[in-house]
C-alpha cells in the first residue's frame, strides 16, 4: 500500500515533486523494460535518487506500477475536461478539442503510450487496466458519440440509418483512427509527425463532413506541434 506523506505545505510541496519525478521516471523506464523488466532500482537510477526513497514513496513496485498508469490517465483526463470546457457548445470545436488533446505530446508521448499498452498487452495486468482505466476510455467514446450525433443533427443525417448507429459508427472509426495514430506514434517516436497526424485525422473529419468550415481544407499553422517533448 502506498505510504501517506504527513505535513505537506503549499500547492506543490518538495515531497510532491519528487513523487512526480518518481512517476516520470518510472513512465520512462515501463516503456524500455515493460511491466515485468521495471524494478524499484531501474527508477531510482533513471531518476537520479536512491532505492530507498522510491520505496519510502511506493512500498512495493505493483504500487508504484499503477500509479504510473494513474498518472498517465490523469494527464489525459486532465486535457479531455479542459478541452470539452474550451470549446463550450460547439460539436466540431469539441471534436477538434479532442483531437488536439490526443495528440498533446505532453499526454501522449511515446512513453505515457507504452504505459497504456503495456498494462493493456500485458494479460495478468488487463483487469487492473480495465479497473483503473476502464471508465476513462468509455468517458472519451461517450464524448465522440455525443459529438457525432450533434454533427449529424446539424448537417442532416441520412435518413435511411438510425443517427444513433451512425454516430456510434463514426466514433468507433474515429477512435481507432486515433488509437492507429498513437500506435505510429509508439513506433516512430521523436520522428513520429504530429503535424501530419492531426491532418490525416481532420481529413477524415472532412470526409464524413464536408460543410464544415473547420475542416475544410488548409495550411496547418506554425503552432501545430510537430515531434516530441523531452
Known amino acids: 500500500m ?20 518518481i512517476l516520470e521516471a518510472a513512465t520512462e523506464v515501463i516503456a524500455r523494460e515493460g511491466l515485468s523488466g521495471t524494478t524499484m532500482e531501474r527508477v531510482a537510477g533513471r531518476a537520479g535518487i536512491s532505492p530507498g526513497t522510491v520505496t519510502f ?24 475536461l479542459a478541452a470539452l470546457e ?9 471534436l477538434d478539442a479532442l483531437l488536439a488533446t490526443s495528440l498533446d505530446p505532453k499526454r501522449s508521448n511515446p512513453g505515457q503510450i507504452a504505459v497504456w499498452t503495456a498494462f493493456w498487452g500485458e494479460a495478468k495486468a488487463r ?8 471508465a476513462a476510455d468509455r468517458a472519451f467514446h461517450e464524448d465522440l ?17 438510425p443517427s444513433d448507429l451512425r454516430a456510434e459508427a463514426l466514433a468507433r472509426g474515429f477512435g481507432g483512427l486515433i488509437d492507429g495514430l ?16 492531426g491532418a490525416v485525422a481532420r481529413a477524415y473529419l472532412n470526409a464524413v463532413f464536408p460543410d464544415e468550415p473547420l475542416w475544410q481544407p ?3 499553422t506554425a503552432s501545430t506541434t510537430k515531434g516530441d517533448a523531452a
Open 218 to 220: 488548409r495550411a496547418e
Open 182 to 197: 498513437w500506435q505510429d506514434a509508439l513506433e516512430q517516436g521523436r520522428r513520429f509527425d504530429r503535424t501530419q497526424a
Open 57 to 80: 514513496h511506493f512500498a512495493r513496485k505493483e504500487a508504484l506500477l499503477l500509479a504510473t498508469l494513474d498518472h498517465v490517465v490523469a494527464l489525459f483526463e486532465a486535457g479531455r
Open 86 to 94: 474550451a470549446a463550450g457548445d460547439d460539436p466540431a470545436r469539441a
Open 127 to 134: 483487469k487492473l487496466y480495465m479497473q483503473r482505466v476502464g
Open 145 to 161: 458519440v455525443r459529438l457525432f450525433e450533434a454533427l449529424l443533427d446539424r448537417n442532416g443525417g441520412d435518413d435511411d440509418a
Open 2 to 21: 502506498e505510504q501517506t506523506i504527513p505535513n505537506r505545505t503549499g500547492p506543490e510541496s518538495r515531497t510532491d515533486k519528487r513523487r512526480a519525478a
